[in-house]
């Protein structure tokens, strides 16, 4: 009887354990920069990284699912061109001043088996939302020494459709719909 109690009460601890609940990260910012890049006339690729953004994460190893909310600071855009800034700034493109935010919230995480594969959310940017898919092209997490906590990060990107929000400059001109998204993104345990 004591050995049946004693097997009943391991097994309800480790299925307790294998259902934690989620951990809380806040997004580092040192370590998290996110860029776009689209086709110049097929002569050349524009890079742009916005250098302003915040967001946090909720993660749950065991259970393979999570919360993610990255805001970015379109305001804080840096092309490396003061005018090129402006102009994407501008109404004619992101419309900064009515739309000073762009967000991508997801509450869902895919992996393949214990590797994250990819997370899908919506992203609101002009105004306006839409699904998109996010490729996970690396993920970990590790105890950083300097911070004594863990930290989960990695390296995502997407290709969308820009004229789906509305962003639209240069389309008859040749310049590609499609934009890749590339965010290195590192979170902090809470």
Request: net charge negative.
């Amino acid at each position: 009887m004591r050995s049946t109690l004693f097997a009943l009460t391991a097994a309800g601890l480790l299925a307790t354990a294998a259902h934690a609940a989620p951990a809380n990260y806040t997004i580092d910012p040192t370590h998290t920069f996110a860029t776009f890049e689209i086709d110049h006339f097929g002569a050349s690729t524009n890079r742009v990284r916005f250098d302003k953004q915040s967001g946090s994460v909720q993660f749950d190893k065991a259970g393979k699912s999570g919360k993610v909310e990255v805001v970015l600071d379109m305001n804080s855009i840096n092309s490396g061109t003061a005018a090129f800034d402006k102009h994407l700034k501008s109404a004619e493109i992101f419309n900064t001043e009515q739309n000073p935010e762009a967000k991508f919230v997801s509450d869902k995480f895919v992996f393949d088996g214990d590797k994250l594969k990819e997370v899908t959310g919506q992203l609101t940017m002009n105004g306006q939302t839409h699904p998109i898919t996010i490729q996970a092209n690396k993920f970990t997490c590790y105890e950083s020494p300097m911070l004594k906590r863990e930290v989960c990060g990695g390296d995502f990107e997407a290709t969308i459709d820009r004229s789906q929000w509305g962003v639209n400059y240069g389309i008859d001109w040749g310049f590609p719909k499609q934009v890749r998204l590339v965010l290195q993104m590192e979170a902090v345990k809470q």
